[in-house]
């Protein structure tokens, strides 16, 4: 079965520094990747997604994240981050009925100046 | 340009009431998906329906939980005498296409926040 493991719940940076959410998953199948944001009292945004192809995706708002097959890793990167990246972040895999999506438990960023 | 749209945002039900959670998808998009946040805890998948059928339920609660897209009007999801452990906050998502098949992006609704008085 799979299973997604966000293996930070909070993470505080100061402004401009760089940031890495890191992410494992488990899959006996092909594995679609996904990482959404989720600001204060909202639904979730798609940052990025990894379905095939080249292992490092580049996404909106400056995120990036790269797909490490022999890690089970998906880990997201952003090199300056500001005030307003400060949100929730989820890690999500496609189960294996290709009917849903199963998250990690996320994790807060929180950037301060 | 009309997301997901959900109704109502808050929602406050005294225990054995029932709750109705409304979702609108992206105009278009056929697959409907629903996930429950309970407080720190990732979303938990629920239920996926196509229009007028329900395709994968295996994360709903067997008893008090119900879901339907009819061929008109809103997906619903349905709490049937609800308990304090039934409050969170609701999505739905929808999208174009099968996430698992094509890899489609689930586009989500800002949630219903339901609390059980």
């Known amino acids: 079965a799979q299973s997604v493991t966000q293996l930070d719940s909070q993470v505080p940076v100061f402004e401009e520094a760089p940031v890495e959410l890191r992410c494992n998953y488990s899959?006996?199948?092909?594995?679609?990747l996904f990482w959404y944001v989720q600001y204060p009292n909202q639904g979730l945004q798609l940052l990025l997604k990894?379905?095939?192809?080249?292992?490092l995706v580049k996404g909106i708002n400056g995120f990036e994240a790269e797909f490490n097959k022999s890690q089970t890793s998906f880990h997201l990167r952003k090199p300056s981050v500001h005030i307003s990246d400060t949100a929730e972040y989820f890690c999500?895999?496609?189960?294996?009925?290709?009917?849903?999506?199963?998250f990690g438990k996320g994790t807060t960023l929180s950037v301060s100046s | 340009n009309a997301g997901v749209m959900q109704n109502p945002r808050h929602l406050v039900r005294r225990r054995g009431q029932e709750a109705r959670l409304r979702c609108s998808p992206v105009?278009?998009?056929?697959?409907v998906y629903w996930y429950r946040q309970l407080p720190e805890e990732g979303l938990k998948f629920m239920v996926y329906?196509?229009?007028?059928?329900?395709?994968?339920e295996s994360g709903m609660p067997k008893e008090r939980f119900s879901a339907e897209f009819p061929k008109e009007g809103p997906s619903i999801l349905r709490i049937q005498q609800v308990v304090r452990g039934d409050s969170a906050a609701y999505f739905c998502?929808?999208?174009?296409?099968?996430?698992?098949?094509?890899?489609?992006?689930?586009?989500f609704g800002p949630g219903t926040r339901l609390t059980v008085l």
């Open positions: 998502a929808s999208s174009p296409g099968l996430a698992g098949a094509d890899g489609d992006e689930q586009f």
């Open positions: 899959s006996s199948v092909s594995v679609y």
């Open positions: 990894y379905l095939s192809g080249s292992t």
């Open positions: 999500a895999v496609v189960n294996q009925a290709g009917t849903a999506l199963i």
């Open positions: 105009k278009g998009h056929s697959h």
């Open positions: 329906l196509q229009k007028e059928n329900i395709i994968d």
